[in-house]
């Protein structure tokens, strides 16, 4: 059974930092393919950013393109987003997400975890 659990949420003023990880269990394949999603309330769910750990090729969303790096570690099996330069619409519940139908692709994985809330206050 396939198990992402994403820490590191929490609470933040404007301009602050956080560093989310996700730890990817029961997975046959290598995780080399994985994103980050999130989600405000009313909203749809959103990609933000895909790492290619072969090759270490990432995409963002526009959205947080140069305040937000995703990194893995393979030999801890974990995915890591590192947020600088957090604004209140940056609030969501994120998500961590393996199994792209197209590596790099923000959108259509099949494995989702439960979530870690970022909320950022002004």
């Known amino acids: 059974q396939v198990q992402l659990v994403e820490s590191g949420g929490g609470s933040v003023q404007t301009g602050g930092s956080l560093r989310l990880s996700c730890v990817v269990a029961?997975?046959?394949?290598?995780?080399?393919?994985m994103g980050w999603f999130r989600q405000a309330p009313g909203q749809e769910r959103e990609g933000i950013a895909a790492?290619?750990?072969?090759?270490?090729?990432?995409n963002y969303a526009g959205s947080v393109k140069g305040r937000f790096t995703i990194s893995q570690d393979n030999g801890k099996n974990t995915l890591y987003l590192q947020m600088n330069s957090l604004q209140p619409e940056d609030t969501a519940m994120y998500y961590c997400?393996?199994?792209?139908?197209?590596?790099?692709?923000?959108?259509?994985?099949?494995?989702y975890g439960q979530g870690t809330q970022v909320t950022v206050s002004s």
């Open positions: 997400a393996i199994e792209p139908r197209v590596c790099l692709w923000l959108v259509g994985y099949n494995y």
């Open positions: 029961g997975y046959t394949y290598r995780s080399r393919c």
């Open positions: 790492i290619d750990s072969r090759d270490g090729s990432t």
